[in-house]
């Protein structure tokens, strides 16, 4: 957070805000379920690397790429394009993700706390997500590291959202 949060206006900031808002049971309602919207939303956003990307190009946002003749930005590449290549429908991903997730990675994953999660996120952006060359094409390799990357992260998105969710609840 000295790095990159100085005015208490990022993702870990937020997270920390929502979650409270969920927690308190003398929170309006609707507020309560925009609140745990926000909550999965931005767990979910700590787990892509480039959310913890670059300010100077806007987290890959300014960066343009193309794979197999699809132009996109760097960014929408890691967030949208990589996850569209995961063979089956949303919830066939869902359901193979939980199912190869081990005992040990579980364990692993429900802990730590929402800086560490990001961090992770920054070290990725900065040793694969930015590795895309002077070309800007991206290789098979590159979007084969990228894939076992973002179903990695998806895991731990999803172990962490419901240990914190857990937490919360408690």
């Known amino acids: 957070q000295e790095r990159d949060c100085k005015a208490r206006d990022c993702m870990v900031e937020a997270l920390n805000w929502f979650s409270s808002v969920v927690a308190d ?3 309006p309602i609707n507020m309560r379920l925009i609140a745990l ?5 931005l ?4 787990h ?10 806007r987290g890959g946002t300014e960066i343009t790429v193309s794979y197999k003749g699809q132009t996109t930005n760097l960014h929408l590449f890691w967030d949208i394009n990589v996850v569209e290549m995961a063979e089956g429908n949303p919830e066939e991903l869902a359901k193979e993700l939980n199912e190869s997730i081990t005992r040990n990675q579980r364990a692993e994953w429900q802990s730590g706390e929402p800086k560490i999660w990001t961090d992770e996120s920054f070290r990725l952006s900065r040793s694969n997500a930015y590795t895309v060359g002077e070309s800007m094409e991206l290789s098979d390799g590159y979007v084969a590291s990228a894939l076992r ?22």
């Open 37 to 41: 919207r926000y909550v999965a939303h």
């Open 48 to 57: 892509q690397p480039l959310h913890a990307g670059r300010r100077e190009d």
């Open 43 to 46: 767990v979910a956003d700590m």
């Open 25 to 27: 049971p003398k929170a």
């Open 149 to 170: 990357i973002v179903t990695r992260r998806l895991s731990q998105a999803g172990v962490r959202l419901g240990w914190l969710l857990n937490n919360i609840f408690k």
